[in-house]
């Protein structure tokens, strides 16, 4: 269960940017405290300049968890778990949601802006932000998942 008294930091490029804007609106409107960390509006930008920052301050402990987007999901994913400490899931459903947190413990949630609608997009923030890791044999996987051949 994510701490509604902690900050969720928020960033995508311009294929998540319509997303992230009624996701930002929604969550603050049930009380989260929102760090939007851009991009802020939809021309066209290169995801890595949004992504990074938000992944990083997640491997540095600066926050808990967080919620990127960009069109696909993948290109946002992909740049946030080039951190260590960084487990970014890309969902495309509520289940999907629900197990990257009950077994991966990820702590950054990936929305593909351009492939699913925005109601659906915040049913999965919402499971994202309520479901606990489960921990015991996923926090053994867990933790090799870091451990690099
Ligand atoms: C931008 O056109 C698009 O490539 C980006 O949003 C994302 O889908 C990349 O993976």
Known sequence: MFDK??????????GGYEMKEYIKQKLAGLG???KDLGTFSSDSVDYPDYIHP???AINDD?????IVLCGSGNGAQITANKYRNARAALCWTVE???LSRRHNNANIL??????INKELAMEIALKFLNTE??????QRRVEKISQTL
């Open 5 to 14: 008294q902690q900050i969720l930091p928020i960033a995508c490029d311009h």
């Open 96 to 98: 999907q949601a629900e």
């Open 133 to 138: 890791f489960e921990g015991g044999r996923h």
């Open 32 to 34: 989260y405290k929102i």
């Open 62 to 66: 600066e926050y808990k968890q967080g």
């Open 54 to 56: 938000l992944a990083k």
């Open 110 to 115: 990936s929305l593909p802006g351009r492939f």
